[in-house]
């Protein structure tokens, strides 16, 4: 049998890409490895299941043996791949080797661990995947206090998420405002004006220094000397895209694996796409662009060698409490802002000399905007 098209990694990246395939060639031998247990689920839903009351199980859409049923493919789950051999196009388990056809890389981010002292780091919760939420719940049944570490967007909509799964909430990070890079001014401060309401209480400007286990659950001690009672911890500090494996095996990285339009890596046969992937220049954690990438690179694996586009992607970040679209200016790109409206409700725009509009940021009712202005929006890979 010739060696198969070889996808690493189960997420969305992982999955859609298989879909996408499997439209265009439902021959050639399709296999897909992941480190996780392969069940496929929506990733971003893990930031709604508290208010919803689902637990990891229900938020799992299928079991991976459905998945390869589906996919015609072989899934192999809780296996990790170790090494990448471009010169003899194999792959390594351990001391398996693993020969493919094409190699594409959909390995994802880490989270990012900040240093703490004390006796209680155990219990600091990343959550990015469905495993990691399994945990969490586990750990926070009964609980009653969280502190989440981070307040961008992720950890805001953990921050709006446990709060209506009726957790108390405080949120500490070292910013000025929520979602700082991302967010005008304006905008960040009605989303956290929202998420006072439901009772959560922000320290933006320190860190945590100490975590460490008190008579009553755990100490939390701020850099600003402010000490906070929590049951657990929720980090949320940010990814950072997995390219370790990538650089060992001599495949150009930058932020995450580099890739060209193609989502093509530096060495042939090896492709790149999800949050691990820096498409031409651009690293963008999100859904849609994968989506955008698994679309052209399956046609490049059928043999139709096809670049991949992205017109504009506006994020809708799942504060419910406010209400939150969001377009940051293309890199690059220089515009002054203006900002309407008040309270809960802000319709902040950036232009550029000229007029065009390149970003925005809609909050409240504002966000009833967003179709009218996604049509002036400048794409970001034209
Ligand atoms: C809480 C939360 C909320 C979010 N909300 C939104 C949202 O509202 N909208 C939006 O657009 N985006 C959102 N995102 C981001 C979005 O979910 C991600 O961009 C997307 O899911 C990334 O998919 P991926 O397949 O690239 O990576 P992952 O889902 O991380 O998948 C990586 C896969 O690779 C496997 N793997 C890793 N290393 C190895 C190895 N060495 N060997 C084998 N397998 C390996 C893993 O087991 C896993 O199966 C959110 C993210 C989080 C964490």
């Known amino acids: 049998m010739s060696a198969p098209v070889v996808i690493v990694g189960t997420g969305l990246a992982g999955y859609n890409l298989a879909k996408e395939f499997r439209k265009l060639d439902s021959e050639t031998p399709l296999l897909l490895i992941s480190a996780d247990d392969g069940r496929s689920y929506s990733k971003p839903m893990l930031s709604t299941g508290f208010g919803k009351n689902k637990d990891a199980d229900g938020l799992a859409m299928a079991e991976a043996g459905a998945m390869a049923e589906q996919l015609k493919a072989e899934i192999r789950t809780h296996t990790r791949i170790t090494g990448i051999d471009p010169g003899h196009q194999r792959l390594w388990i351990g001391e398996e080797a693993v020969p493919y056809r094409d190699l594409v890389l959909a390995w994802g981010a880490d989270t990012i661990r900040v240093p703490v002292e004390g006796d209680a780091q155990d219990a600091i ?11 969490f719940r586990t750990a926070a049944a009964g609980k009653r206090r969280v502190l989440i570490l981070g307040a961008g967007l992720i950890g805001c909509e953990f921050a709006n998420d446990l709060s209506l799964g009726g957790l108390e909430v405080a949120l500490v990070a070292p910013c000025e405002q929520v979602m700082p890079g991302l967010l005008h001014p304006a905008a960040a401060a009605a989303v956290q004006a929202g998420l006072e309401g439901l009772g959560a209480r922000f320290h933006l400007g320190p860190v945590l220094a100490r975590l460490d286990r008190g008579e009553n659950g755990l100490d939390a001690l ?8 929590c049951d657990l911890v929720v980090s949320a500090v940010g990814l950072r895209p997995r390219t370790e494996l990538a650089a060992a095996a001599g495949l150009a990285v930058n932020r995450g694996v580099a890739v060209d339009r193609q989502l093509r890596t530096s060495h042939a046969n090896i492709y790149a796409l999800g949050d691990c992937a820096e498409v031409d220049g651009l690293n963008l954690l999100y859904v849609m662009p994968l989506m955008a ?12 060698a096809t670049a991949v586009a992205y017109g504009a992607m506006p994020v809708t970040v799942k504060t419910p409490v406010c209400p939150l679209v969001v377009s940051p200016p293309p890199r690059g790109t220089d515009g002054s802002w203006t900002v309407e409206g008040s309270g809960a409700d802000i319709k902040a725009l950036c232009r550029d000399a000229a007029g065009s509009l390149l970003g925005y940021a809609l909050t409240g009712a504002a966000v009833q905007e967003k179709l009218a202005l996604n049509r002036e929006l400048p794409p970001l890979l034209a």
């Not at 990438?293 to 139709?304: F, I, K, S």
């Open 125 to 135: 919760f990343p959550i990015n995947d469905l495993e990691d939420y399994a945990r």
């Open 222 to 229: 701020l850099s600003d000397g402010t000490r906070i009672a």
């Open 293 to 304: 990438c698994a679309r052209a690179l399956a046609q490049t694996l059928a043999g139709n």
